[in-house]
């Protein structure tokens, strides 16, 4: 038997009843995809909407048609396909399930930029172009948040650069239950303690209901929140109520700001309630509210440096750059900048945000306009004729190979979650930046993952050297990097201060019985050939650890006598180095002993013997 709510929407719009209007409406409105559609928006897809239902394997539109319909997804599933220009190659770039909604193109009569198949028996809603149209022209207001893309859809052929995002509209317009109770404390919170805060406001012969003065909204929380202490940190708190749709902007035109300007709860822009707007607040809980404010202060940075780089770089303050320039500190994939490159950065990042899981953020072939770096969610990396060959994740960073080499996309980036964030630096920015930077650097991966960054040193005449220093890298890479390459370099003009840098700093990440265990394996490492091993470069291995000790006790005499491990580990290291049957060529002593001994068995002065000495076998 057909269910209630599809026979209505077989018949024609005309002839649908209100109470059958009614009956869809309570259908459609718990789907995802219409989670933030306006009440009365989602009455005039009732109205034009009709029901589809297909098979599995069902073509429903082609590459490169004209639209005719927009759809949204009751149930199944649907494959997106695109392929390139000459149909040879096509791959699966995402799969829509239950709550999505696809083919905004018929909103400017572009062609389509994908194949869409379904994976199985699917249900859809349909709403005709022409039907399409009309709501689109009598609710542009209620669309553009959803239609974000749809007025220029990314197409197979080119993705338009996007500009700097600073429309409300890509802000959640359905708050997660969390920050909503977050929002409906904090709101009682003000009603209860800061009477008059929420009122009915006048400006220009025009009255703003149930509003709060921003600057007002900022002392208050400063007054009762201990953990709060300048008003830039309480910027950054109400930022993440207004992003989560809590609390906006009256006329929807501006991030939360330090002023005068109005902003509205949600409980008060949907006009639920009747008389005052205290009439029916729930009474504040003192803990609670405070446990709201916490969670609110953790959040607050992260969304405070999205406000900020959503400023275009002109509009930026001192103070800004000086906070966007301690928050790139902490990237992961600016760890092997240098500061200076970090600050010229702050001047000129950007932030940018994609709602729609599926969105192709630039396509294989493309001119390379942006390096990007990824601050939530994640992407598939997508060639034709292979599929999706990878996924990156939050701190990964993608798209600058086009724009050091000058060449085209070499794949297609497709976004993998809902509401994904970039940070994102634009060529002209790039090339003057880092290009000459990415252009000196090297990466050693393993599984995908950079585990060792390297950049090319400078001469004193500033000629390049063909030496590298470590940026970054896992611990494990940067102790075998600094014995196979640094330890043996005696050229003062190509000097690498890694070798002294790592053993100064490297207790911050590596204990040092992690760091002697690596030594010691090093030095157990035998090389080997096809006939046998490299008894040379075998030993030139141990001679390379021993050297590498020699630095490190050279930098911390004084605290020789509270290394224990670090005397113990010396101490192992001449034992196996006396049983090698290797000595030391004392041609010159040094002056300086550090127990002021010559005692050659003495772990102290045999290391600072073995400083400037070569050494040999018996």
Known sequence: MVAEWISCLDKKPSDRTGEELDIIYSRLKGLKVFETFDPALLQQICYFGYYEDLEKGITLYRQGDIGTNWYAVLSGSL??????????????????????????????????AATVITCEYTELLRVERDDLLKVWERNRHLMEGFFTNAIRPPSPVSVPMPTTQSKLSLYSKNPSD???????????????????????????????????????????????????????????MWQVLLEEGVLKHVCNEYNFEDNNLFYRFKEDDCGSEQGPPGACAPLADTNMLQECFSTLAQMGPDALMRLMLKKPPKERTAEDLDYIYEEL?????????????????????????????????????????????????????????????????????????????????????????????????????FNRILRDVEAKTERLKENGKDVLVLEKLSKSDGSQSNKYTVMA??????????????????????????????????????????????????????????????????EQKKIRVVRAVLRWVDLIPQKMGEEYELEEFIEKLRSKFSRGGMRLKLSFFPAYFVCGTRDLTCVSCIVYICVTHDFTRD
Not at 86 to 109: P, Q, R, Y
Not at 193 to 217: E, K
Not at 488 to 516: A, Q
């Open 79 to 112: 494959d997106v396909n695109c392929s390139d220009a000459d149909d040879k190659n096509c791959v699966t770039v995402c799969t829509l399930g239950a709550g999505t909604a696809f083919g905004e193109s018929v909103l400017d009569n572009s062609p389509r």
């Open 329 to 429: 500190l902490h990237i992961k994939a600016l760890s092997h900048l240098s500061n200076s490159v970090k600050r010229e950065l702050a001047s000129c990042i950007q932030f940018e945000s994609r709602e729609k899981a599926g969105t192709i953020l630039f396509k294989q072939g493309d001119e390379g306009n942006s390096w990007y770096i990824i601050l939530k969610g994640s992407v598939n990396v997508v060639i034709f004729g292979k599929g999706v060959v990878g996924q990156l994740h939050e701190g990964d960073n993608f798209g600058q190979l086009a724009l050091v080499n000058d060449a085209p996309r070499a794949a297609s980036i497709i976004l993998r979650d809902e509401r994904c964030h970039f940070l994102r630096v634009d060529k002209e920015d």
């Open 473 to 538: 890298g896992t611990p494990e890479k940067m102790v075998e990097y600094l014995l196979d390459s640094c330890v043996d370099c005696r050229d003062d003009d190509e000097r690498d201060y890694f070798v002294e840098d790592f053993f100064v700093m490297f207790n911050v990440f590596l204990s040092i019985d992690k760091l002697c265990s690596l030594l010691m394996s090093y030095y157990h490492e035998a090389v080997k050939l096809e006939d046998g091993l490299d008894l040379k470069a075998t």
């Open 178 to 236: 969390r920050i909503l109770f977050i929002g409906q404390q904090i709101r009682a919170g003000l009603i209860n303690n800061f009477p008059g805060i929420i009122a009915d406001r006048q400006i220009s012969l025009r009255t703003y209901r149930r509003c709060c003065v921003g600057s007002q909204l900022v002392d208050w929380i400063i007054q009762e929140c201990n953990a709060v202490h300048t008003r830039q940190q309480a910027v950054g």
